[in-house]
Every structure is written in structure tokens, then in C-alpha cells.
């Protein structure tokens, strides 16, 4: 494609940025003074907005996307795309085995499989059972009613006693061969995606590294279209988990694996129509999974939808573009989607005098006598 460079403008560059910088203070567009945003109270007052840049940033590292968030005025997108670019710059020490996510120190825990699971269900931090009305206090929320919510609970909602594990559900659904065994790994090193580029067919490490970075309400949106009609998946949740999830590294001299930290993480497993294995002519149900940074529920579900949608059109061919590899994967990328559209605000003079051209030689001949 061709582009021209452009010289000069560099004081009208320099005067946009002040001006969204201004605009960021809101000095003088309010009647009051206006106060900082501090990284600690986007960290925790927007919370589920932290996970999804966490999430779409391919980095576990809260403080710095609640920075990219105040520093991309609130745009996830952006807030994403900073915090990879800050990735890009990082060295990479040590690589994790894989991790038991039974293990997850949890949060919240529920199926809608079952309504008893083993060690019951926990709904956990969540505005799923309350009516979605806008809540007017909070307007004009006082420091001193804002702290009170702390005490109240503290008071009212003692600490439970947790057990350090759960089991999970699709265990007791192997022991019933209700699901496939799971298959042993053979030693294959899953795909990193930062380092090596996506060339059809990818395996399904790819896919779901590649789903576990994606923007949000793209995979809603190709998970949505499989589940309206455009594909044949409707799932049941077999269990839902939010939990932090020990992260272990093997120690510099001994080589054991030691716990270094834990990362909030959402994961979700879904049960969908059964069919008949390639093995055997045993039918059974099939699974979809997800799992991605945070606490991001409708991203997880999407993505296992999805990962269950993906492995039937790879295995049988696509018949839906929410079962097209190819489709899927080079369309859900948020930071790669934004570029594209973003690149359409540079300078394409000459592209577009090209365009008038050619427009104007067909409009002289299309009006030569024949």
C-alpha cells in the first residue's frame, strides 16, 4: 500500500496530546476541583474493567493495566494494546509447568450442571442475583459511607472456613464415562504465540492461547452467533471458577517447583451435545474450556463455547464461521482489530488520489458517444 511521510506538524501533534491531557483533568469543566484518579482505587472500584485489560493484555500484572487504564482515558482497547507493547520490552526468565487449576485458592464456584456438587456451590462476588438498577447513591457516595461498607461486612460476614480444594465436576462424570478419558500429553511444548505466527492448522494450544488474549466482545459475539443458530452449540455449564491459582517455577538451585505467586484467573468447562468418539463407538458428552486472566465470566464461557465449536470444525470440516479456525482466530484479536481500523486515520493521499483518478478517466469514458 502506498503512504506518503509526513514532515512537519510536530507542534499540532504536541498540542493534541496537551489538549487530551486537559481534558483529562477536567480543570474548569467542573464547578469543583478535580482530584486524581489514584491506581489503587481503579485496581479495586473497577475491578472487572482491570481484569478484562489484564486479560487482553496478555499480562498478569494489575497495577501497571490499572495505569494503562487511566492513561488510555478509560479505552480498554488501548489500555490493552499499552500494556503488551510494555510486555514486548520485557525479558522472559522461566516458563511455568502446567498448572492444576484444582488447585485455585477460590472465590466463587458454581455449575449449572448440578444443583449438589461436591463441596456445594459458591456464588462468591457477584451482581448476578440482583436487579440491574442504576443505583442513584452512588452519585454523591461520601468517604465516610464508602468506608462503612467494609465494616459491615467484616461484621455481618466472617471469614468461612474454605477446604484448600474442590474436586471437579467432570470427574464424577469420567467415572460415569459420561465424558472421553482425558488423553495423556505427549510431551509436545504448547505454541507460544508471542514468538511464533499462526500458520493453518495450528494446535489446540494455539487456539486457546489465542482466545485466552482475545477481546472480550469479539468472542461474545462469534460465540453468540453459534449459539443463536449459526452452529449447533448449547451448552450446559458443567462449573464455573474464579480463584487465584498457585503459580510455581522451578527453584534456581534445587530445581524444585516452588509456589512464587498466584494470578486471578476465571476458568470454565462446558458440556455439550454428545456424540461418538473416534475410538469408539461409545457416545459421550463432548467439552468446551476456557480460562483467562482475572475475573472475566462471559469471556470464559464464550471461549470454551467457542474452543468446543473450533474442535468440531476441525475435526469435520467448518459449517459456520464460529467453527472456522482460520475465521475465528485472525478476528478476535482486539489489538490487532483497532490497528487496522486505527491505521485508517493516517495519511492515504495517495492511495485516494489514485481512486479520484481512475473515478474520473471511467466517468469521461462512460459518457463518450458509443
Known amino acids: 500500500m502506498s503512504y506518503v511521510a509526513i514532515k512537519g506538524g510536530g507542534r499540532a501533534i504536541a498540542a493534541a496530546a496537551a489538549a487530551a491531557e486537559y481534558l483529562r483533568t477536567a480543570e474548569g ?31 498478569y500484572h494489575p497495577q501497571f493495566a490499572a ?21 514486548s520490552t520485557r525479558p522472559r526468565l522461566a516458563a511455568t509447568p502446567a498448572l492444576d487449576s484444582s488447585r485455585m485458592r477460590l472465590i466463587r464456584r458454581i455449575s449449572s450442571a448440578f444443583k449438589e456438587i461436591p463441596g456445594g456451590q459458591m456464588l462468591g462476588p457477584t451482581p448476578d442475583y440482583a436487579l440491574r438498577l442504576l443505583r442513584l447513591e452512588l452519585m454523591d457516595e461520601s468517604p465516610e459511607a464508602f468506608r462503612a461498607i467494609a465494616r459491615n461486612w467484616l461484621q455481618n ?8 480444594t474442590f474436586p471437579k465436576v467432570l470427574d464424577a462424570l469420567r467415572r460415569e464415562s459420561l465424558l472421553p478419558p482425558i488423553s495423556p500429553p505427549h510431551g ?28 472480550t466482545g469479539s468472542l461474545l459475539a462469534i460465540a453468540y452467533s453459534n449459539m443463536r443458530g449459526y452452529g449447533d452449540v448449547h451448552p450446559t455449564v458443567a462449573e464455573l471458577r474464579v480463584g487465584y491459582l498457585p503459580v510455581l517455577l522451578p527453584h534456581p538451585v534445587t530445581g524444585e517447583l516452588t509456589e512464587v505467586g498466584e494470578a486471578l484467573i476465571t476458568e470454565c468447562e462446558v458440556v455439550a451435545m454428545y456424540e461418538a468418539d473416534n475410538t469408539s463407538d461409545k457416545p459421550t458428552f463432548t467439552v468446551g474450556y476456557g480460562a483467562c486472566f482475572g475475573h472475566n465470566e462471559v469471556k470464559a464461557i464464550s471461549m470454551a463455547i467457542l474452543d468446543r465449536a473450533l474442535r468440531k470444525g476441525m475435526q469435520n470440516g467448518p459449517s459456520n464461521p464460529s467453527e472456522d479456525p482460520e475465521f475465528v482466530l485472525l478476528h478476535v484479536d482486539g489489538v490487532d482489530s483497532m490497528g487496522f481500523a486505527a491505521h485508517y486515520k493516517m495519511p492515504h493521499y495517495v ?3 489514485s481512486d479520484m483518478d481512475r473515478l474520473r478517466a471511467t466517468q469521461r469514458k462512460s459518457e463518450e458517444p458509443v
Do not use: C, M
Not at 460476614?157 to 484448600?164: F, M, S
Open 188 to 215: 509436545a511444548t504448547p505454541f507460544d504465540i508471542t514468538r511464533e505466527p499462526l500458520v493453518f492448522p495450528v494446535p489446540r494450544s494455539a487456539v486457546l492461547a489465542t482466545l485466552a488474549r482475545a477481546e
Open 67 to 87: 495505569l494503562a487504564i487511566k492513561q488510555s482515558l478509560g479505552d480498554t482497547l488501548e489500555a490493552a494494546f499499552v500494556l503488551r507493547a510494555w510486555r
Open 351 to 353: 492511495t485516494f488520489q
Open 29 to 59: 469543566l467542573l464547578n469543583t476541583v478535580a482530584e486524581p484518579l489514584a491506581i489503587d482505587a481503579i485496581l479495586h472500584q473497577l475491578r472487572h474493567l482491570v481484569d478484562r485489560v489484564i486479560a487482553e493484555g496478555g499480562v
Open 157 to 164: 460476614y466472617p471469614e468461612a472456613q474454605l477446604p484448600d
